[in-house]
């Protein structure tokens, strides 16, 4: 599903030279919930945008679905994310001026549907996180882990093959953070959902199906 | 699409409630100059009542005379007008008349302030006033100085208050006694050749200047009416000439100009002939209508720019839910128009309200201002554009936005 080959990173501020990804090579599966653990700064969050093609590797090649995604342009790349991918944020990135519905309904605006379908879809999805009740609340009413529920909602409207989720916990206490990982392993059991989650807790990356490890920007298993 | 631009575009207007307001201010107060400007120069120039046949008439308003360091420049003379003017061979009539006179006149002792003017009997078949009862003086009353006088609708109100008819009674002005033999529709004094409280026979005026003064310069008016708007040009060039002909009165003036213009050139005529008058107003007002609309747009650029970088979160979630940079620069133009629209049917709304006042509190005498549909068609057409120039530039800077850079910055 997802194939990393040879991934570099180098940052280059004008002082320093950061090399944030060394040589990665990844294959993630079909169905796969994988986890990727590492001490801060080694390079997960820029990894995972490498993944979700928010951030162009310096060296190296990404297949998603079989698919080289160098040369994709702009309009390309938006198609492309929005038709395969579902992104989740440690900090949520609601948008603020929107209900929640709204929020949910985002990535279908970007494709063709009507207002009836999307609001089917979004009401849908919310209901699979267990928030049909907040359907007209804005963000700042929410708690923290309703927050990171509607982020979910909106990651899965649009039926992506893979979601990516960069510290989905990281803000939660242990309940709100188990009861989020709870939906993201039935959604990977129930509907098939490729997976590929940060995280700093072992006993949530237990849960999943592989851990992989980063030190430094390189891959220690 | 649409519908969820203008839940957002509504949104951040009503978070920005400051900004907001400062745009909307500026764009709906632009408008509002511009469209009360418009409707005033609609009127003065645009309004040809009483001077109905603008499109075969001349005016002469100016007289100058220049030497090395002087200069001297006023309205034509009345034998300026009867006599060197009536030279020329194309076939007119001239309408002439004194430009407008103050004085006071008593009703039941109560002051009243009234305009007067003299005029020829010509001048009522050159200028189409509207009678509302009554008639024009005729030639023979011109030439017998009978103390008859054509007044206003709204002198005849305040003079005799609100009475049916007045043909026949008398009105006093300057200490005399005239008959009124007409009564027209009232002119604004903004046309300030037409305008006027009380018409009078040019032969009754006391100074008798209209016989004394053999001078060029005076203060007359003249209006000449040709047969037909081909004969213009052949009379336009015929003024010229009879112009060039004339020599200046006194020694320290070495050349006369005057000139016989359409109604615009005339109306804004400055006596100088280097710099023609219409140039002058054109250029000004151009300038002036720049300047009132470049300032509301960099300001908008401006707080766009700050409205957009604050929403860089959202940018970056749009973009990796699938907005591409294109579509997310037309989000932000649609979400501009929308604030500049806004403010334009504010500005029409402020318009008409400045309107009304002005027209209620009868600033101007007798100047009844409206709207102009086609002004303000292209008013709302330039906050459209404004819309754009002052979104595009913004949008196109936050496309070009990395996601993930957008969405670090909180
Ligand atoms: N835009 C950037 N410019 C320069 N250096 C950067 C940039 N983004 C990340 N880095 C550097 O790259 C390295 C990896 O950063 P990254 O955010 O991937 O770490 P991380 O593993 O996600 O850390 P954390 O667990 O704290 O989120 C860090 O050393 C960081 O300083
Ligand atoms: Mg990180």
Redo the contacts between chains.
């Keep these: 599903m997802i194939r990393l080959q040879n991934i570099e990173k180098v940052y280059r501020t004008d002082t320093v030279e950061t090399l944030a990804l060394n040589k990665v090579n990844l294959d993630v599966a079909k169905g796969e919930f994988l986890s990727i653990m590492g001490p801060s700064g080694c390079g997960k969050s820029t990894l995972l945008n490498i993944i979700g093609l928010l951030d162009e590797p310096s060296k190296g090649e990404i297949r998603i679905d079989d698919q080289k995604t160098e040369n994709l342009s702009d309009k390309q790349l938006a198609q492309f994310r929005n038709s395969k991918l579902g992104f989740i944020f440690q900090s949520y990135h609601l948008i603020n001026d929107l209900q929640v519905l709204d929020n949910v309904e985002l990535p279908l605006l970007y494709r063709n549907t009507t207002a009836k379908e999307r609001k089917q879809l979004a009401t849908e999805a919310l209901a699979k996180v267990g928030l049909s009740n907040r359907i007209k609340h804005f963000p700042t009413q929410l708690s923290g882990g309703q927050k990171q529920r509607v982020a979910i909602a909106r990651a899965i409207v649009g039926r992506p093959e893979i979601i990516l989720a960069d510290e989905p916990t990281g803000n939660l206490d242990s309940a709100m953070g188990n009861e989020i990982m709870d939906i993201l392993l039935q959604l990977n059991k129930n509907d098939g959902t490729t997976i590929v989650m940060v995280t700093h807790d072992e006993n949530m990356a237990h849960k999943t199906h592989r851990l992989v490890r980063l030190f430094d920007g390189s891959q220690v298993q | ?1 649409l ?2 631009y203008f ?2 575009a509504i ?2 207007l009503r ?1 920005r409630k400051f900004f907001t307001f400062i745009s909307l201010f500026g764009i709906s107060f632009t408008l509002t100059i511009l469209l009360v400007l418009t409707a005033f120069i609609d009127k003065v120039v645009g309004d040809n009542y009483p001077d109905k046949k603008r499109d075969r008439s001349l005016y002469v308003s100016r007289v100058s005379q220049t030497g090395k360091n002087t200069m001297s420049s006023s309205p034509p003379s009345f034998y300026f007008l009867d006599h060197y003017v009536r030279t020329i061979k194309t076939p007119i009539t001239i309408a002439i008349s004194s430009g407008f006179n103050g004085t006071n006149t008593y009703v039941n002792n109560k002051k009243i302030a009234v305009n007067y003017k003299y005029t020829n009997s010509e001048y009522w078949e050159v200028l189409e006033y509207d009678f509302l009862e009554g008639k024009a003086f005729s030639k023979q009353q011109v030439a017998n100085s009978d103390k008859v006088a054509i007044i206003s609708a709204d002198m005849k109100k305040e003079y005799f208050g609100d009475v049916p008819n007045v043909v026949g009674q008398y009105i006093e002005a300057d200490n005399v006694k005239y008959r009124v033999i007409g009564v027209v529709q009232n002119v604004p004094i903004t046309s300030y050749m037409t305008y006027s409280d009380i018409y009078l026979p040019y032969t009754v005026a006391k100074d008798g200047d209209y016989k004394n003064n053999k001078g060029y310069q005076g203060g007359y008016y003249g209006i000449l009416l040709a047969n037909s708007a081909s004969d213009l040009d052949k009379l336009h060039n015929e003024y010229e000439q009879m112009i060039q002909r004339l020599k200046p009165e006194q020694k320290e003036f070495d050349r006369v100009s005057s000139h016989a213009d359409n109604y615009i050139r005339s109306y804004v005529d400055t006596g100088d002939d280097r710099h023609s008058g219409v140039f002058i107003v054109v250029t000004a007002i151009s300038i002036f209508a720049f300047i009132l609309m470049i300032l509301p747009t960099l300001n908008l650029v401006n707080i766009n720019i700050t409205r957009i970088m604050e929403r860089s ?2 940018i ?12 997310l620069v037309y989000q932000f133009i649609v979400e501009n128009i929308i604030l500049t629209l806004l403010g334009g049917v504010i500005g029409v709304i402020l318009s008409f309200i400045v309107l009304q006042v002005i027209n209620s509190a009868h600033l101007i005498a007798n100047l009844e201002l409206s709207i102009n549909f086609m002004v303000l068609f292209i008013g709302l057409l330039v906050c459209l554009v404004f819309g754009l120039i002052s979104g595009v530039y913004p949008a196109w800077r936050m496309s070009k936005l ?3 850079t957008a ?1 670090k910055a ?1």
């Design positions: 699409m519908k969820n839940k957002i949104a951040v978070r979160s959202e970056g979630v749009r973009k990796a839910f699938g907005a591409s940079s294109s579509t990395n996601v993930v969405l909180q």
